[in-house]
Nanobody, 126 residues
Framework: QVQLVESGGGSVQAGGSLRLSCATSGYTFNNNCVGWFRQAPGKEREGVAAIFTVGSNTYYADSVKGRFTISKDNAKNTVYLQMDSLKPEDTAMYFC???????????????????RGQGTQVTVSS
């Protein structure tokens, strides 16, 4: 059974930082794409960042480029999202997701995934 478990969300003031983690299990971590999307109340989901688990190619939505950094630890089957210079508009539920089409979709602000976690809330106050 595939499991994606997020952690690290919370509340922070604008300009602050948070680091999200996504631990995967029951899943072929190698040779796939794992990443993050977010969804705020009343808004459509938005692809944020993704990374191929083979090699180091990363993909970002324009809205977070230069502020967010995605990374991975293949030995731990875990993906991280370092979020710096947070803005109030980054407030949303953040979901870890996986799927072959995810990387390509994130750069267009979409999130085409096969599996996702339960999400972790990120709140940025002004």
């Amino acid at each position: 059974q595939v499991q994606l478990v997020e952690s690290g969300g919370g509340s922070v003031q604008a300009g602050g930082s948070l680091r999200l983690s996504c631990a995967t299990s029951g899943y072929t971590f190698n040779n796939n794409c794992v990443g993050w999307f977010r969804q705020a109340p009343g808004k459509e989901r938005e692809g944020v960042a993704a990374i191929f688990t083979v090699g180091s190619n990363t993909y970002y939505a324009d809205s977070v480029k230069g502020r967010f950094t995605i990374s991975k630890d293949n030995a731990k089957n875990t993906v991280y999202l370092q979020m710096d210079s947070l803005k109030p508009e980054d407030t949303a539920m953040y979901f870890c997701a996986a799927g072959a089409r995810l990387c390509g979709s994130v750069v267009h602000g979409r999130a085409d995934f096969d599996d996702r976690g339960q999400g972790t809330q990120v709140t940025v106050s002004s």
